[in-house]
């Protein structure tokens, strides 16, 4: 069977840097719009969305989601992903907050991990919460696996029809406090998926490159971008979230990979796509 063609997410700040960590940080709704749409422009079919209020922290609100999104979808036909995660700690409440606005795509972490020095809470209730939400606002879940259980507990859901049969994951590996990133971690990860289910990977700083390279030859997308490493190389920064992209795009030309449009990543995921 032929290979589908790469989706390449972008996550371009999450919800835990600063400007200290990397001057490159895109902050502000139009610094975020910008580093978005080079992103989809230098190869990227989906947008991972974290936003920062006006004094820069992690924020769930409604209206600054709403004016980012409106300032790519204007430039681009990307996916735009929110998160739902927020930053570890954030409220409920406010992690559902954003899916009123019906974003095609938002993420569904799958379980409680340590997350560094804090805890990332995603109780059994917290899950079936967002999972509700996002089914009441038409929003496809991509189901967030930071641990090996958690695709239990995806297989225990999806038994209750929580998820479609036809779900997408993203392994997010080398997490202080998750599963690691090595290659073992991702083919034990990717052997216990069932046929159907399609799958991306995140590799945690350090991780990128490696697993990037690995999920591009075992037929997996990838996501990379400032929130998961903000490094192009030891030492050195990377100055933008699109020459990380640039960079996977050339990986996937030396291995004969084709790289998917936005519409192919619909279509390879299953998503019904953007009404109008
Ligand atoms: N910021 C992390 C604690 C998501 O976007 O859904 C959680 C996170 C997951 O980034
Ligand atoms: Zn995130």
Redesign the pocket.
Known sequence: METAPLIITCAPI???LTKEDTPYLPVTPDELAEAAVNAVEAGAAIV?L?VRDENGRASQRVDIFSEVTEKILARCDCIVQY??????GTPLGDRLAPLSLEPEMA?L?MGTIN?GAEV?ENTETTIQAIATAMKSHHVFAEL?IFDAGMLDSVARLRKQHWFPERYHVDFVLGVPGGLGGDLRNLMFLRDRLPRAATWSVAGIGKYQLPLTAHAIAMGGHVRVGF?DNIYFRKGELATSNACLVKRVVRMAAILDRAVASPAEARRIIGLPGRPG
Do not use: I, L, P, V
Not at 83 to 88: K, Y
């Open positions: 999450g919800a835990e991972h974290h998160s739902t995660g927020g930053a570890a993420t972490s997350f990332f967030e929130e």
